[in-house]
Every structure is written in structure tokens, then in C-alpha cells.
């Protein structure tokens, strides 16, 4: 009798497993950072955390990108601690910039697009790039 059986080869276990490190990487570069002082104005952490929140939970977009903009969020936590300004404004540039290229694919009603478009600007002037 022949063999019908399908073999199934692929990565989707390491996906998690990495989706999972980026997660936990993520999440702790944004720990790191101070919380704002005034509750009506969200400081660089209360938007990351609600960025990396609204990249996890986004429907339409694939776990590869999802890893890519996490990536991106831990970029922009980590540029935060970064004393140089100029250094600083460069790194979150490229985050921001890779962020907006990763996005640029939703549809404009995705949660995630209309949270970007409400957070990039609060971003951007928080690291000066206005």
C-alpha cells in the first residue's frame, strides 16, 4: 500500500519560541523606563506599552511582522536610555521609520493603523524628530 502521509516541515514552533523572547525582550527594555509624572500626558513608556500592545493584538498582521515591530518597539525602548541626543534621535529614527514600513501594509481601518497614526506623532516629538 502506497504511503499518503504528509510530511509537514516548517518552523512554527521556533516562531513561537521567538515570538515569545521578543515578547519577553520587549517587554523588559520598556520596564527599564521611567513612568511618566503626569497622568494626563503619557510619557515614552505608557506609548510603547501601548504600541507593543496594539502590535500583538493586531489580526491582519502575520507573526513574522509582528516580530519585526516588536523588534522596533525594544529599539525605541532602548533609544529612551540613551544619554547622547544625537545617538538617541538616530535610533528612534530608524525604529520609527522601519515601524511606518512595516504598517504600511494595513488596511486603514486595522486597530493597529489607527493606533499608529494616533501614537507615531506623540512619539516622534518625544524624541525630538518633529
Known sequence: MPDNSISISGNATGNIIQSSTVK?????????????NDP??????????QLKTAIETEPSLDD???IKALKQVEALAKAAEIPQEGEKKEQADNALTMLKGI??????????FLAWNKLSPMLSQLFGLE
Open 103 to 112: 504598517f504600511s501594509s494595513l488596511h486603514t481601518g486595522a486597530t493597529l
Open 24 to 36: 519577553g525582550n520587549v517587554s523588559a527594555a520598556i520596564n527599564e523606563l521611567p513612568a511618566s
Open 64 to 66: 513574522k511582522n509582528k
Open 40 to 49: 494626563e500626558k503619557p510619557g515614552v513608556k505608557e506609548l510603547l506599552i
